[in-house]
T-cell receptor
Framework: ETGVTQSPTHLIKTRGQQVTLRCSSQ?????VSWYQQALGQGPQFIFQ???????GRGNFPPRFSGLQFPNYSSELNVNALELDDSALYLC?????????????FGPGTRLTVL | QKEVEQDPGPLSVPEGAIVSLNCTYS??????FMWYRQYSRKGPELLMY????GNKEDGRFTAQVDKSSKYISLFIRDSQPSDSATYLC?????????????FGAGTRLTVKP
């Protein structure tokens, strides 16, 4: 069973640019959540996708947008990059169903904005 | 005031020690309480989750939730160098999809041989 994978591993961008991060969910998982983890902080929830529809959003501006594909993989897009967007971006997938759904995290994409 | 408060440490203990990690929170609607472990350059992995108040034990790990005090704890018995990592508490109102998880800042733990 393949776990959650993310690409790229590292990325360097400059202010004002746009970036796309990718996530492949674990086999059989239909829900993907994205988190931003600044250095020395815990992850902050950006948004979640369930069966290609947005299913909840945290306190992030509209320049953070996402997409989920029919195979349940997902993309996070960030427009007009700011220096404060520098962080580890984590993707987590979960299977759906049942009372509690564990989220399985990928290794993250380290984004540096110069 | 942050919704979830966690002492960032760092915490350094000798091998074999009992480790106590704690978080406090302000949102009384939280029902699910999680502890994650995050090794350097890795994503968080779930150690344990607890629903509502009470204790839960899994091997060397024990999680405690006191909703009346809005206080949760993780105890690690017989700590090992391999336990060296950052420990994150997390909470949510909705365990079904956890689309409202709030994390603490994480406590960095080092277990010295």
């Amino acid at each position: 069973e393949t776990g959650v994978t993310q690409s790229p591993t590292h990325l360097i961008k400059t202010r004002g640019q746009q970036v796309t991060l990718r996530c492949s969910s674990q086999s059989g998982h239909n829900t993907v959540s994205w988190y931003q983890q600044a250095l020395g902080q815990g992850p902050q929830f950006i948004f979640q996708y369930y069966r290609e529809e947005e299913n909840g959003r945290g306190n992030f501006p509209p320049r953070f947008s996402g997409l989920q594909f029919p195979n349940y993989s997902s993309e996070l897009n960030v427009n007009a990059l700011e220096l404060d967007d520098s962080a580890l971006y984590l993707c987590a997938s979960s299977p759906g169903g049942g009372e509690y759904n564990e989220q399985f995290f990928g290794p993250g994409t380290r984004l540096t904005v110069l | 005031q942050k919704e979830v408060e966690q002492d960032p440490g760092p915490l350094s203990v000798p091998e074999g020690a009992i480790v106590s990690l704690n978080c406090t929170y302000s949102n009384s609607a939280f029902q699910y309480f999680m502890w994650y472990r995050q090794y350097s350059r890795k994503g968080p992995e779930l150690l344990m989750y607890t629903y509502s108040s009470g204790n839960k034990e899994d091997g060397r790990f024990t999680a405690q939730v006191d909703k009346s005090s809005k206080y949760i704890s993780l105890f690690i018995r017989d700590s090992q160098p391999s336990d060296s990592a950052t420990y994150l508490c997390a909470m949510s109102e909705n365990g079904y999809n956890n689309n409202d998880m709030r994390f603490g800042a994480g406590t960095r733990l080092t277990v010295k041989p």
